[in-house]
């Protein structure tokens, strides 16, 4: 009995101990529950599922060549059977694209492996034809989209630090490049990659490539300001960079030079329908190019130059080289020097694989010994200076890839390297009065669109030659 009570009072002491020192109660300590919050993680979470579709995402592209038809575009792409048929009916039937030309481009877009939207796209159409699926065989809509759709103009400001590909990288990619904002997958950097590129390849290698040596000119605080063209198909996350409309890079030792937009027809060489044509020129109306390119190839070696008489080393014989051979890797892309219209395309003895092009002012260039010709372009084709005309290769006479490069000026060889070439044909007369229209509202449009006053060089004051007489 004894025992008992001594364990019941050791019992009460301990539970009154318990009360006596335990600590009060207080709430976890941390911020409170915000549903922002949670919101923002759902996001994140929503993200992260597209990026994870985004790679099961395949798109299968085919150009109409020579000859080629529309069922050839859609087996090139991978339709068959009864999406073929209904791609055909839709296409020709409901959208009325009853025949098809060298140029015009189709695109099959896979999901998992399953055909989710064809896309066909006539090269002189301002719009595309769609048709969309839903994992069967039957389509579930279909509908024209214009070109105003899928096509937006963006401001963009660039600072450079250290070079001009790094000022892009930092602030020139759209924040809508990826469906998350955020390069996450291997096709997102892909495309970052690409978007890069293209637009550091529109600045230095075709606005500014007469005007700013980007290896020498280039320095730390230079600030560059682009009005670019991009282009955002609706109903996905595809971002692109097109074109620059217009641009202006400004030195921080002092200077500035513009690349000023004017949408004009091209020359006269030009074949009847081709469309109006994208240009860009200095303030005063004077072309931002000159008439020809310095070679047809990207850091071609010159293997040969023009001569008189040289030894032919597949002949063995003496005899006149009318060209400068550029070598190069068998497959280097090969640029049309100028503005022309192709007049051959065909195999010729000793040149090979060769494309003739005739320009203005009584010009004529010949490319030969190609691999292959470029897609989409046929005798009369109008090109671009810098279209890619063919491939590097080694056909017809010829001991490795290179391509054979001669210049002709009223029907008489010159020698390319030391021919005076014209600068490309300013504006005149009316152009040049639109284009001075025209400039102030395209700076006072791009200024709002980019939050700021776009700046522009100062005005030379040439004086005045007008002396009063006593």
Known sequence: ????????????????????????????????????????????LTDSL???????????????????????????????????????????????????HVGDTLE???????????????RNSRGYYCIEFDGTSEPSNWYWVPEEQYRRLRAVTLVVRSSVWESIASGGVPDDLTPSGHIVTVRD??????????????????????????????QPG???????????????SETTFRRIIAAKYNFALGGMTEAIPFFHQPDSLAPDGTAVIL???????????????????????????????????VLGYTRAHRGIDYAAPMGTEIYAVGDGVIITRSFSGGYGNIVRVRHANGYETGYGH???YARHQEIGSYVRQGDVIGYVGSTGLSTGPHVHFEMKKNGSYVNPATEILPPANPLLESDLDF???QLPVLESTWGRMAQMNIPAPPVEDTGSDITSAE
């Not at 050839?72 to 409901?94: A, F, K, P, Q």
């Open 435 to 437: 284009f001075r229209l």
């Open 189 to 218: 950097s892909v495309r970052e990659i690409a978007y890069i590129k293209g637009l550091e390849n529109e600045l230095a290698n075709r606005l500014f490539v007469y005007d700013i040596d980007f290896y020498y000119d280039v």
């Open 279 to 313: 240009d860009h020129y200095h303030r005063d109306g004077a072309s931002l190019r000159t008439m020809f390119l310095k070679m047809p190839v990207p850091f071609g070696r010159i293997s040969s130059s023009y001569s008189d008489s040289r030894m032919h080393p």
């Open 370 to 372: 190609m691999s292959s």
């Open 50 to 100: 597209n990026t994870i579709l985004a790679d099961t995402i395949e798109t299968r592209v085919a150009c109409v060549e020579e000859g080629g038809t529309l069922g050839w575009l859609l087996y090139s792409t991978g339709i068959e059977g009864d999406r073929y048929v209904n791609c055909c009916e839709i296409l020709i039937d409901s959208l009325g694209w009853t025949s098809v």
């Open 108 to 122: 099959a877009i896979y999901e998992r492996d399953k055909l989710a939207a064809v896309r066909a796209r006539p």
């Open 1 to 44: 009995m004894r025992s008992r009570m001594i364990l019941i009072i050791i019992f009460l002491l301990a539970m009154g101990a318990t009360f006596l020192f335990r600590q009060p109660h207080s709430p976890p300590a941390g911020d409170t529950w915000s549903f922002r919050d949670h919101l923002s993680e759902l996001q994140n």
């Open 222 to 236: 230079d600030s560059v300001w682009v009005l670019l063209e991009e282009t955002r198909y609706p109903g996905s």
